[in-house]
C-alpha cells in the first residue's frame, strides 16, 4: 500500500506537464469553437490518440498508480483546458470501466479495442445507464433484457437517455432488468456490438454546458445481442441472481437499493474534473485581475476582489486534497467508512460552479460575454453537480455513514 502523498513524484509530475501542454496547446484553443458547434471534437480526439492520450493503456497506467493520485491528475489537467471537450476525450472510459469491472478477459479483449478505435480512425463507446423514469433512482430502471435460449440471445428493449457519446458510439454498453422483482440487483450490463439492428440514437440533446459533448438518447427496439455480449457470463449472472433471491427471501421484502453507493471509488474522478474547471477560472480572474485597472490601481488591490480570489484558491485546494484523498482509498482498498468518495465530488463540484461563478464576477462585463473563457466555464461547471450523482445524492450517501445506516 502507497502512504498517502500530497506531492506528485517526478514520473508523475512529467505526466502532468505533458498533459497539461496538450490541455493548453490544443483543447483550449479549440474550446470556443466546439462550444459553439455542439458536436463531437472528432478532429481533437483523433490528435490525442496519436499523441496517447486516448488509449485504454494509458488510462489503466494512471489507474494502477498505487498512489491513486494518477487519475485525478490527468482528468485535472484535461478538464482544465476545456470541460465539454475533456470529456469527449474521456466518455469512452465510462463504458470501458463497465466492461473491465464485469466482464471476462475475453471480453475486455474483445470490445475495449472496438470502443477506442485507433489514431487513423477513432471510436467512441457509451454508458447507458439513466432512463427517463430511473435518473438518481436506478433501482426503477424499465429497460428489460430477456433470455432467448434456443438461440442463446439477449432480447433487449427499453429507452435510456443522457447517454454520453449515446448513438455515435462503436461499442454501446447498456444495463437492463433481467430479474424485475429485485430491483437494482436484479440489473445485468450487456455489450451492444456495432451496427447492431434496432439500436438507434433518439434526440440528441441541446445542453446549457459541456456542449462539445455529444448526449443523447439510445432507443432499443428488439435488439439482439449474442449470449456472449452479457458481461461476467450466465453462470456468474445466474449464482449473483439466486444469491439476491435468498437475501429478499429472508429480508421478505422486494430489495430496493438506489445504488447510490456503487460508485464511491469513481467519483473522485468527476470531482478532479470539476477542480479542473474551477482553476481554469480561477487562473482567468486571477490575471483579469492583476491586469485590469479601475480607479487608477489593478482590481486585485482591492481587498473585495483579493478575498474573493483568496477564498476561491483556499476552497480548489481543499477540494483537490478530497479527491486526492478519496483516489488514494481507492486504490488501496480503504473502505469509504463516511462516504469520502461522494465527499469529494459533492464539494469539489460545489466549488467549481460557486468560483466560475465568481470568476464571471471578477472580469465584469468581460466575463459575461463569449469573448472570455469563464463564461463557458461557468455553464461547464454546472453538470458536476448532476451527474455521477447529484449533489443532493452524495449528501444523502453521506448522511446515511452518519447516521449509521448501511450505504451498499
Ligand atoms: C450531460 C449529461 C451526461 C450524462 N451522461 C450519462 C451517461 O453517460 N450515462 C448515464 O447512464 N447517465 C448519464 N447522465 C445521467 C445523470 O447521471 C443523471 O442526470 C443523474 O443521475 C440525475 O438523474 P435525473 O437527471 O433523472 O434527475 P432526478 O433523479 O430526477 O433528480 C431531480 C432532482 O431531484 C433530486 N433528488 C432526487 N432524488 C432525491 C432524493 N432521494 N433526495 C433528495 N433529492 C433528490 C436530485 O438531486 C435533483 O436535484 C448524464 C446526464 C447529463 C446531464
Known amino acids: ?43 481533437v480526439i483523433q490528435e490525442a490518440a496519436k499523441v496517447g492520450i486516448y488509449s485504454l493503456d494509458f488510462y489503466a497506467q494512471q489507474y494502477f498508480d498505487s498512489t491513486g493520485l494518477g487519475i485525478p491528475m490527468v482528468m485535472e489537467e484535461l478538464f482544465w483546458g476545456d470541460a465539454g471537450i475533456a470529456l469527449s476525450i474521456v466518455g469512452t472510459g465510462l463504458a470501458a470501466v463497465g466492461v473491465l469491472a464485469n466482464g471476462t478477459e475475453e471480453q475486455i479483449g474483445t470490445w475495449i479495442p472496438q470502443m477506442y478505435g485507433d489514431a487513423n480512425d477513432v471510436k467512441v463507446a457509451a454508458f447507458c445507464s439513466s432512463e427517463p423514469d430511473a435518473g438518481s433512482d436506478v433501482a426503477s430502471m424499465r429497460t428489460r433484457a430477456v433470455y432467448d435460449e434456443a438461440k442463446d440471445e439477449w432480447v433487449i428493449n427499453g429507452t435510456k437517455t443522457w447517454a454520453t457519446n449515446g448513438g455515435i458510439a462503436n461499442v454501446h454498453v447498456v444495463v437492463a432488468v433481467v430479474d424485475p422483482e429485485l430491483g437494482s440487483k436484479g440489473h445485468a450490463s450487456f455489450i451492444v456490438p456495432p451496427n447492431t439492428p434496432g439500436l438507434s440514437q433518439g434526440q440528441k440533446f441541446k445542453k446549457h454546458g459541456i456542449r462539445a459533448s455529444h448526449t443523447a438518447e439510445v432507443v432499443l427496439d428488439n435488439v439482439r445481442v449474442p449470449g456472449s455480449c452479457l458481461l461476467g457470463g450466465k453462470e456468474k449472472l445466474d449464482e449473483r441472481l439466486a444469491r439476491a433471491r435468498e437475501r429478499a427471501r429472508k429480508g421478505g421484502e422486494r430489495v ?19 477542480v479542473g474547471t474551477a482553476r481554469a477560472a480561477y487562473e482567468v480572474a486571477l490575471d483579469y485581475a492583476k491586469t485590469r485597472e479601475q480607479f487608477g490601481r ?32 481507492a486504490i488501496n482498498g480503504k473502505p469509504f467508512t463516511a462516504a469520502e468518495g461522494s465527499m469529494s465530488k459533492l464539494f469539489a463540484s460545489e466549488t467549481a460552479k460557486k468560483v466560475t461563478a465568481q470568476a464571471i464576477q471578477i472580469l465584469g462585463g468581460n466575463g459575461y460575454t463569449r469573448e472570455y473563457p469563464v463564461e463557458r466555464m461557468h455553464r461547464d461547471a454546472a453538470i458536476y453537480t448532476i451527474f455521477e450523482g447529484t449533489s443532493e445524492i452524495q449528501r444523502l450517501v453521506i448522511a446515511r455513514t452518519l447516521s449509521g445506516m448501511p450505504i451498499r
Open 256 to 274: 430496493k437499493n438506489a445504488a447510490m453507493a456503487t460508485f464511491e471509488a469513481s467519483r473522485p474522478a468527476v470531482g478532479a474534473m470539476a
Open 1 to 43: 500500500m502507497a502512504e498517502f502523498t500530497m506531492e506528485l513524484n517526478d514520473e508523475q509530475k512529467e505526466v502532468r506537464d505533458w498533459l497539461h501542454g496538450f490541455a493548453a496547446d490544443v483543447i483550449r484553443p479549440a474550446a470556443a469553437e466546439w462550444d459553439e458547434r455542439e458536436e463531437t471534437p472528432w478532429p
Open 298 to 329: 489593478p482590481i486585485i488591490d482591492n481587498q473585495g476582489v483579493a478575498f474573493q480570489l483568496a477564498d476561491m484558491r483556499t476552497q480548489i485546494d481543499a477540494a483537490r486534497l478530497l479527491v486526492w484523498r478519496a483516489s488514494w482509498m
